[in-house]
């Protein structure tokens, strides 16, 4: 048990497809994280979220569309996707305070057609 | 601006042997220092972390890590390797109080356990 749990674990989708991914957290962080992990490449960040509010998009497509309704939960709309997009996308949630680890999810491994 | 360089993409030990993975950091702030282990098919988990005071950190599964300011390091060590090490080790840093929150991470270590 993480305590960030993320669904669905695996998603295979076409290109022309909408989906949504899931992530939630009982953990009582109010900051909440999109990262993409791709094969042979770092960690990157995607979205921050702070009490609700989007205080960080590192220049990410508009094809990939955060929503946090509260602190507890995060999703990541999905639309249009190209190939690229393949790889595992993990939330993640902190304390907004430098010393506060982040507690990460399982992830969704995503495969474009 | 902060960053942290993780020399060696892949370390291979022996099963038994010392492990070292070597993290480099750099900040314009005195850091906040992490280890993160990824194992197959799952996320990322705090290993140990350095915040302030006593610079050799204990963390879990017999992992230790010392922090150096002089030498802007924070290798992580375990004096036995065992088969179920075999995973990805990832080093973050983030800024002490004043500055980000947000920590940024290295590029990642493979750990490779010979039988």
């Known amino acids: 048990e993480t305590g960030v749990t993320q669904t669905p674990r695996h998603l295979v989708m076409g290109m022309t497809n909408k989906k949504s991914l899931k992530c939630e957290q009982h953990l009582g962080h109010n900051a909440m994280y999109w990262y993409k992990q791709s094969a042979k490449k770092p960690l990157e960040l995607m979205f921050v979220?702070?009490?609700?509010?989007?205080?960080e998009n590192n220049s990410v497509p508009s094809r990939f569309s955060p929503e946090c309704p509260n602190s507890s939960h995060l999703f990541l709309h999905l639309h249009t996707l190209q190939p690229e997009d393949s790889a595992l996308y993990l939330c993640?949630?902190?304390?907004?305070?430098?010393?506060?680890?982040?507690?990460f999810g399982d992830g969704t491994r995503l495969s474009i057609l | 601006a902060q960053s942290v360089t993780q020399l060696g993409s892949h370390v291979s030990v022996s099963e038994g042997a010392l492990v070292l993975l070597r993290c480099n950091y750099s900040?314009?702030?005195?850091?906040?220092l992490f280890w993160y282990v990824q194992y197959p098919n799952q996320g990322l988990q705090l290993l140990l972390k350095?915040?302030?005071?006593?610079?050799l950190v204990k963390g879990i599964n017999g992992f230790e890590a010392e922090f150096k300011k002089s030498e802007t390091s924070f290798h992580l060590t375990k004096p036995s390797a065992h088969m179920s090490d075999a995973a990805e080790y990832f080093c973050?840093?983030?800024?002490?109080?004043?500055?980000?929150?947000?920590?940024?991470f290295g590029r990642g270590t493979s750990l490779i356990v010979h039988p």
């Open positions: 979220y702070n009490f609700k509010e989007q205080t």
């Open positions: 900040s314009s702030v005195p850091p906040y």
């Open positions: 350095y915040t302030t005071g006593a610079t």
């Open positions: 973050a840093v983030s800024d002490a109080p004043g500055g980000s929150y947000i920590p940024t």
């Open positions: 993640a949630s902190s304390q907004d305070r430098a010393d506060g680890p982040q507690h």
